[in-house]
């Protein structure tokens, strides 16, 4: 079974600059993750889909990050514009309905802000 | 504020040393458990889980954990660790609604 795909792995940008992450679920998973992980500290959630449906956005800063999961299968999630503090790795993980519990998790994606 | 806390933050041991990561949550309700493992170079996976029934819980290569609800306590233990054993450990739990929240992280050194 293949894993959480995710790229770009490593992303360097300026403040002000705009990026963007995409996320591939383990197929037939209806649920996935985005968090943030910023050094030192335990994942934060930031948006949880079902299917193509926002379930958690509660933690997530609207004025600058958006995600969307348009068909219900590939997240992208985009930071515009970025700031030094949104440094951090970004891990997507996706669960089934049916074992919600066990998430598997990518590989993330390392995004420094300079 | 509502939190999940993992009191140690680095922790070194030598090998066949027994292991004890404490982790308190400050939730209330119905909660589930979770003890995930990062290794060096490596996803994040599921060490083991509590939802319900017995307290004590068995996970992979040989980790246990004891719920504990009057303390609201997750820790996790294993009697004798290994070098590969080296890696970060994360307490997690869920709330109704599949909300996940992770404490900070206890990074583990073995020494072999």
């Known amino acids: 079974e293949a894993g959480v795909a995710q790229s770009p792995r490593y992303k360097i940008i300026e403040k002000r600059q705009s990026v963007a992450f995409w996320c591939n679920p383990i197929?037939?998973?209806?649920?996935l993750y985005w968090y943030q992980q910023i050094l030192g500290q335990g994942p934060k959630l930031l948006i949880q889909f079902q299917n193509n449906g926002v379930v958690d956005d509660s933690q997530l800063p609207k004025d600058r990050f958006s995600a969307e999961r348009l068909k219900g299968v590939d997240s992208t999630l985009k930071i515009q514009p970025a700031k030094l503090e949104d440094s951090a790795v970004y891990l997507c993980?996706?669960?089934?309905?049916?074992?919600?519990?066990?998430?598997?998790f990518g590989p993330g994606t390392r995004l420094t802000v300079t | 504020a509502q939190s999940v806390s993992q009191h140690n933050h680095h922790v070194i041991l030598s090998e066949a040393a027994s292991l004890e990561l404490g982790c308190n949550y400050s939730?209330?309700?119905?909660?589930?458990l979770f003890w995930y493992v990062q290794y060096p170079g490596q996803h994040l996976q599921l060490l083991l889980k509590y939802f319900s029934g017995d307290p004590l819980v068995k996970g992979i290569k040989g980790f246990e954990a004891e719920f504990i609800k009057s303390k609201f306590s997750f820790n996790l233990r294993k009697p004798s660790v290994q070098w590969s054993d080296t890696a970060e450990y994360f307490c997690?739990?869920?709330?109704?609604?599949?909300?996940?929240?992770f404490g900070t992280g206890t990074s583990l050194t073995v020494i072999p």
């Open positions: 997690a739990v869920k709330r109704t609604g599949n909300q996940f929240y």
């Open positions: 197929s037939g998973h209806a649920t």
């Open positions: 993980a996706s669960s089934s309905l049916r074992y919600s519990y066990e998430q598997y």
């Open positions: 939730y209330g309700g119905t909660v589930n």
